[in-house]
């Protein structure tokens, strides 16, 4: 197959874009930043595209050349939220969205797949209600984002696209992404739950969520939502006390206060501190196979032979 792909060099993208090449499939990524000179990869199957993807441009043209569109792009979460990152994480979700779905509208109807990411965050805080991809958006920040980002994405239908939203729960890796930024601290004896422990952290291992992406594509009649996350949430303090014991550095130390984490991280300290029991209803149901359902298993995979070697 041939896909596109934004957000091809992230975390997540970086990951999903080799285990395509390795499968034999050609894989255009856009990126704002094409490598140029020694730092541009001479991989067989891949090619960089240099566009600004909020922007309409002749980049678009390229994109109905592909059997799938996967979108990745959007700038992260990770931040202290005021008026200005707000106005980032929304905007350059609905924009690059808006994009592709422009570029797939003005080709002619074929069967092509468009995968859009989304997020859990699309159902609002439920304490400890568990929540599958019947359950209603809510209305926070965050939900409210989602919840356009995914209808601008839904619009690809109208181009004969099979569309199929990817709410990602937490992704667990080694390279990246939340429990990246954990890692160095728990090394160092400083790994504690935050605030009360109790909220639910709905999480998937990074392999399975590219297994998840490859089976999308594979899966004709899978489409709509579905909720990648693995099928045991759990709660912040399990995740803590597990990846704690994975690194051989029990946490030990108290939690960290709610007021002290919406001080430094301001309205995204509430998603911190609430969180969501997500399951993956329709995956389990389509059939996928999860190679690591709980977080014993994801850890142990991730970071099991460092506990090993002393790393």
């Known amino acids: 197959m041939k896909i596109f792909m934004t957000g091809g060099t992230g975390f997540v993208g970086a990951s999903l ?12 990524v856009l990126t704002r930043k094409a490598p140029s000179g020694s730092d541009r990869p001479e991989v067989e199957g891949l090619s960089c595209l240099q566009a600004d993807p909020t922007l309409a441009g002749a980049w678009q043209e390229r994109v109905p050349d592909h059997d799938v569109v996967v979108n990745l792009g959007g700038a992260s979460i990770f931040r202290k939220w005021d008026r200005k990152s707000k106005q980032l994480i929304r905007n350059s979700r609905i924009q690059i969205t808006t994009r592709l779905v422009e570029a797939l509208s003005r080709a002619p109807k074929r069967n092509r797949t468009f995968i859009s990411a989304s997020a859990v965050g699309y159902y609002g805080f439920h304490k400890d209600e568990v929540l599958d991809e019947e359950s209603p958006p809510g209305d926070d920040f965050l939900a409210s984002v989602t919840r356009d980002w995914e209808a601008v994405a839904a619009r690809a239908r109208a181009s004969g696209a ?10 667990l890796g080694k390279a990246g992404g939340a429990i990246g930024k954990l890692v160095p601290l728990f090394r160092k004896g400083l790994g504690c739950p935050l605030g009360s422990g109790n909220q639910w952290m709905s999480w998937i291992h990074q392999k399975d969520l590219i297994d998840i992406y490859l089976f999308a594509m594979n899966s004709r009649d899978l489409s709509g939502p579905i909720n990648c996350t693995a099928p045991e949430p759990v709660t912040n303090r399990e995740l803590t006390r597990a990846l704690g014991k994975a690194l051989g550095k029990p946490a030990i130390l108290p939690p960290v206060p709610g007021f002290v984490i919406k001080a430094l991280k301001g309205e995204f300290g509430a998603t911190l501190l609430e969180g969501q029991c997500v399951v993956p209803k329709r995956l389990l149901t389509a059939g996928f ?3 690591f359902p709980n977080i014993a298993s994801a850890f142990s995979n991730l970071f099991g032979e460092d506990r090993r070697t002393g790393t």
């Open 289 to 291: 196979q999860f190679r």
């Open 162 to 171: 099979r569309v199929v939203i990817c709410r990602l729960g937490i992704v």
């Open 17 to 28: 874009t080799r285990r395509l090449i390795e499968g034999g499939h050609r894989v255009t």
